[in-house]
């Protein structure tokens, strides 16, 4: 079965600089990945996902995400982060031939002022 | 837009005592799924379920848990005989078929006293 993995527990970064959380995939074939962020007490927001075509996807909120094959990872980035992107953020892999999904551990995203 | 909806918001519960977490998933979707984030914890895949039968379950989901889709809308958890661990909030997601993007719903806060 698919995993995921996010080395990173807790990230602090100062408004206004970039951000990039790691994602590292273990499955056979090409995955399907994603990116979700969690607001304390909140659902999942789907902030951006791959299936396939360009390794570099957009997704909302002015996050990107590079899949590289090679490295088997999905990292999420963002240019300049807001005070408002704190957040737990989380990695997950599906299957294609299943659809069934795997999340990583998360990583706490802390924005300094 | 359709969405995915979970009802109780928050479930308080007696240790010992049955409780049932209700989903309704986007109405078009063929294939459903429960997961369960301990507090502070990451998601953790439970169950999915595909044409009226479970597809894939983890270790997670014992005897002390079911699944149904009793009728053409709902599709629901069932856990039998709680305990303190099972406290936790239960993501519903599913999705239309094919290549998925899972849609979660906004989660059900399960309290086991």
């Known amino acids: 079965a698919q995993s995921v993995t996010q080395p990173d527990i807790h990230i602090t970064v100062s408004e206004g600089a970039s951000l990039e959380l790691r994602c590292n995939y273990s499955?056979?074939?090409?995955?399907?990945l994603f990116w979700y962020v969690q607001s304390p007490g909140q659902g999942l927001q789907l902030l951006l996902k791959y299936f396939s075509g360009d390794t570099l996807v957009q997704g909302i909120k002015g996050f990107e995400a590079e899949f590289k094959r090679s490295q088997s990872s999905f990292n999420l980035r963002k240019p300049s982060v807001h005070w408002s992107d704190a957040a737990e953020y989380f990695c997950?892999?599906?299957?294609?031939?299943?659809?069934?999904?795997?999340f990583g551990a998360g990583t706490r995203l802390t924005v300094k002022p | 837009e359709p969405e995915v909806t979970q009802t109780p918001s928050h479930q308080v519960t007696q240790m010992g005592q049955e409780v049932i977490l209700r989903c309704v998933p986007i109405s078009n979707h063929l294939y459903f799924y429960w997961y369960r984030q301990i507090l502070g914890q990451k998601v953790e895949f439970l169950v999915s379920?595909?044409?009226?039968?479970?597809?894939?379950k983890s270790e997670i989901f014992d005897d002390q848990f079911s699944v149904e889709r009793p009728d053409g809308s709902n599709f629901t958890l069932k856990i039998r005989s709680t305990k303190l661990e099972d406290s936790a909030m239960y993501f519903c997601?599913?999705?239309?078929?094919?290549?998925?993007?899972?849609?979660f719903g906004p989660g059900t806060r399960l309290t086991v006293l």
């Open positions: 997601a599913s999705v239309s078929g094919g290549a998925g993007e899972q849609f």
């Open positions: 997950a892999v599906g299957a294609p031939n299943n659809n069934d999904m795997r």
């Open positions: 499955y056979g074939a090409t995955p399907y």
């Open positions: 379920f595909y044409n009226n039968e479970i597809s894939e």
